[in-house]
């Protein structure tokens, strides 16, 4: 089973952020029957009445949001008035309406729309005769647009300016304001705010299995989405439930906890991204680091087992480069018996900060010394070892003088393992490479991919041959994808009856006959 660690480190709380639309959303007005806090009514007289009857009805005069005299109330006092209020969320201002509205009065009163700051944007004066108005009943001819507004709300207004009182009308009325539909456009200035994250991938250090962050946000306006993105590639997102009938659509704050497979990213560090979009589609982001290890470290280099004056052996390698993943910080050896596939001797482990070489290993029989390694994560794999032979009876001590000493025959060199690569073909985003080598070779085969032919291994894989054979799948990130020419490190680990084996090749695009963009045949050329 795959493993993965994964850390998390808050690298700011402060939003970086990217503007849509200039922070400007459009609302529909009295469109829905359903109820919007932003619209307030308020009457100082009985003899008024606000009403509200949304969506408006065809050809009726009161109707939508709608201020009048009161019906069978002979007058009212004068200042009595009766109002319906827009206001945009906290913060944010009105930019422009458009209206389909119906206003008039008698003499003695006053329709009026104006901004919160005082501003009349329309009244009905009486020019000559008895009566004004504006606009037109449901249905008809009632359009009027108020551009170049900043203001932090519009009231609808029905008021008596007479000097002592204003005469109610007994069927119809003397004086009302209707507004029956339009658009406001409101302008959020602010970004959203986002939380600190929170959940397993808030711990600093390493982890395995299954982890979750979460992650919230607030908007003045509401927050219309929650994502969560590595390297582009969206890992989880929740939308929230959005309304652009009401002045603040989306819901003020939303929250969300996401968990992720770590199998969608390449192995190494990345930046993790919250971001967070208002109702004007304005985003705001807060990154922390993300690091992610699956695999264990390749096999150490250079293994060598060198005699000590005590009896013990000291041992001594070169560790793979780790590059981003998480640091090697322990090291595990066996002996086992010197034939192939017989057994090991229970498995030692020496911890230590890039540990490279033991001293004082005790060895008590003819064998072959295992090493392998464990990285900070916690990632090990046996497979991924070196060996190296050793024989207490070739020991030599120069402090004891030796007037008869064996005469030791060479054995001759240990055979090749004939390593090839027959092809490498890719499908998608995975490359497969196959080839042949010597029958009862069984010591790892392990692939590192670069993109240059001095550049650092960016893709691994690794298997065992069997009878002769061995196939070896590699994930290709997009930059390996892209690549015309992929240079390839196939190396035999080495086993007592065979050794270790290096070879490198370049691996060259050729379209396949199909012309297909996700598979391709690559040519293998030596001299690399």
Same mark, same amino acid.
């Given at each position: 089973?795959?493993?993965?660690?994964?850390?998390?480190?808050?690298?700011?709380?402060?939003?970086?952020?990217?503007?849509?639309?200039?922070?400007?959303?459009?609302?529909?007005?009295?469109?829905?029957?359903?109820?919007?806090?932003?619209?307030?009514?308020?009457?100082?007289?009985?003899?008024?009445?606000?009403?509200?009857?949304?969506?408006?009805q065809a050809n009726a005069q009161i109707s939508g949001f709608a201020v009048r005299d009161r019906s069978g109330v002979?007058?009212?006092?004068?200042?009595?008035?009766?109002?319906?209020?827009?206001?945009?969320?906290?913060?944010?201002?009105?930019?422009?309406?458009?209206?389909?509205?119906?206003?008039?009065?008698?003499?003695?009163?006053?329709?009026?729309?104006?901004?919160?700051?005082?501003?009349?944007?329309?009244?009905?004066?009486?020019?000559?005769?008895?009566?004004?108005?504006?606009?037109?009943?449901?249905?008809?001819?009632?359009?009027?647009?108020?551009?170049?507004?900043?203001?932090?709300?519009?009231?609808?207004?029905?008021?008596?300016?007479?000097?002592?009182?204003?005469?109610?009308?007994?069927?119809?009325?003397?004086?009302?304001?209707?507004?029956?539909?339009?658009?406001?456009?409101?302008?959020?200035?602010?970004?959203?705010?986002?939380?600190?994250?929170?959940?397993?991938?808030?711990?600093?250090?390493?982890?395995?299995?299954?982890?979750?962050?979460?992650?919230?946000?607030?908007?003045?306006?509401?927050?219309?989405?929650?994502?969560?993105?590595?390297?582009?590639?969206?890992?989880?997102?929740?939308?929230?439930?959005?309304?652009?009938?009401?002045?603040?659509?989306?819901?003020?704050?939303?929250?969300?906890?996401?968990?992720?497979?770590?199998?969608?990213?390449?192995?190494?560090?990345?930046?993790?991204?919250?971001?967070?979009?208002?109702?004007?589609?304005?985003?705001?982001?807060?990154?922390?680091?993300?690091?992610?290890?699956?695999?264990?470290?390749?096999?150490?280099?250079?293994?060598?087992?060198?005699?000590?004056?005590?009896?013990?052996?000291?041992?001594?390698?070169?560790?793979?480069?780790?590059?981003?993943?998480?640091?090697?910080?322990?090291?595990?050896?066996?002996?086992?018996?010197?034939?192939?596939?017989?057994?090991?001797?229970?498995?030692?482990?020496?911890?230590?900060? !890039?540990? *490279?070489?033991? %001293? /004082?290993? $005790?060895? +008590?029989?003819? =064998? @072959?010394?295992?090493?392998?390694?464990?990285?900070?994560?916690?990632?090990?794999?046996?497979?991924?070892?070196?060996?190296?032979?050793?024989?207490?009876?070739?020991?030599?001590?120069?402090?004891?003088?030796?007037?008869?000493?064996?005469?030791?025959?060479?054995?001759?060199?240990?055979?090749?393992?004939?390593?090839?690569? !027959?092809? *490498?073909?890719? %499908? /998608?985003? $995975?490359? +497969?490479?196959? =080839? @042949?080598?010597?029958?009862?070779?069984?010591?790892?085969?392990?692939?590192?991919?670069?993109?240059?032919?001095?550049?650092?291994?960016?893709?691994?894989?690794?298997?065992?041959?069997?009878?002769?054979?061995?196939?070896?799948?590699?994930?290709?990130?997009?930059?390996?994808?892209?690549?015309?020419?992929?240079?390839?490190?196939?190396?035999?680990?080495?086993?007592?009856?065979?050794?270790?084996?290096?070879?490198?090749?370049?691996?060259?695009?050729?379209?396949?006959?199909?012309?297909?963009?996700?598979?391709?045949?690559?040519?293998?050329?030596?001299?690399?």
């Amino acid at each position: 089973m795959k493993s993965f660690a994964i850390g998390l480190m808050v690298a700011a709380l402060a939003a970086c952020a990217t503007v849509a639309h200039a922070g400007v959303y459009d609302v529909r007005l009295c469109a829905s029957g359903a109820a919007d806090p932003a619209w307030v009514s308020q009457s100082t007289a009985s003899s008024l009445s606000a009403t509200r009857q949304c969506q408006a009805q065809a050809n009726a005069q009161i109707s939508g949001f709608a201020v009048r005299d009161r019906s069978g109330v002979p007058t009212t006092a004068a200042g009595g008035e009766a109002t319906w209020s827009l206001r945009p969320p906290a913060g944010a201002t009105i930019r422009a309406l458009s209206l389909q509205r119906f206003l008039g009065n008698r003499s003695g009163w006053e329709a009026a729309i104006v901004t919160a700051e005082g501003t009349a944007l329309e009244t009905c004066p009486i020019v000559s005769g008895f009566v004004c108005s504006r606009g037109a009943a449901a249905g008809g001819a009632n359009s009027v647009t108020f551009g170049s507004l900043a203001t932090s709300g519009i009231t609808f207004r029905l008021k008596c300016v007479a000097g002592s009182s204003c005469i109610n009308g007994s069927d119809d009325p003397r004086g009302w304001v209707a507004v029956y539909g339009g658009t406001a456009r409101v302008e959020d200035p602010a970004l959203p705010v986002i939380g600190a994250f929170s959940g397993t991938f808030g711990d600093a250090g390493w982890h395995k299995g299954s982890d979750t962050v979460g992650v919230s946000a607030t908007d003045a306006s509401g927050v219309k989405q929650l994502r969560i993105v590595v390297r582009g590639i969206e890992l989880g997102r929740k939308d929230g439930a959005c309304d652009y009938t009401r002045m603040q659509p989306c819901p003020s704050a939303l929250d969300g906890t996401f968990s992720f497979d770590t199998s969608r990213v390449v192995d190494g560090t990345h930046e993790l991204q919250a971001i967070a979009a208002d109702a004007s589609d304005q985003t705001a982001v807060v990154t922390g680091t993300l690091r992610v290890d699956r695999n264990a470290p390749l096999a150490p280099k250079d293994l060598s087992v060198t005699a000590a004056d005590d009896g013990s052996y000291d041992v001594k390698w070169v560790n793979p480069d780790q590059g981003t993943a998480s640091p090697i910080v322990a090291a595990r050896y066996a002996i086992c018996d010197p034939a192939p596939g017989l057994t090991c001797q229970p498995a030692q482990r020496v911890a230590g900060p !890039g540990i *490279a070489k033991l %001293s /004082g290993v $005790t060895v +008590t029989g003819k =064998g @072959t010394f295992r090493l392998w390694l464990e990285d900070e994560a916690g990632n090990v794999d046996p497979g991924n070892s070196s060996v190296a032979p050793v024989d207490p009876g070739l020991r030599t001590n120069p402090r004891v003088l030796d007037t008869n000493p064996p005469i030791l025959l060479p054995s001759g060199p240990t055979p090749a393992s004939k390593l090839k690569i !027959g092809k *490498a073909r890719r %499908s /998608g985003s $995975t490359l +497969t490479l196959s =080839g @042949t080598i010597a029958r009862g070779a069984s010591a790892r085969i392990s692939a590192q991919l670069a993109r240059s032919k001095s550049g650092k291994a960016i893709a691994s894989g690794r298997t065992s041959p069997r009878t002769g054979k061995w196939t070896i799948k590699v994930k290709l990130s997009s930059t390996l994808r892209r690549a015309g020419a992929i240079y390839l490190t196939l190396t035999f680990a080495g086993q007592d009856n065979f050794r270790k084996t290096t070879i490198k090749r370049k691996l060259s695009r050729r379209s396949t006959s199909g012309g297909s963009s996700t598979a391709n045949e690559f040519s293998v050329e030596t001299g690399r």
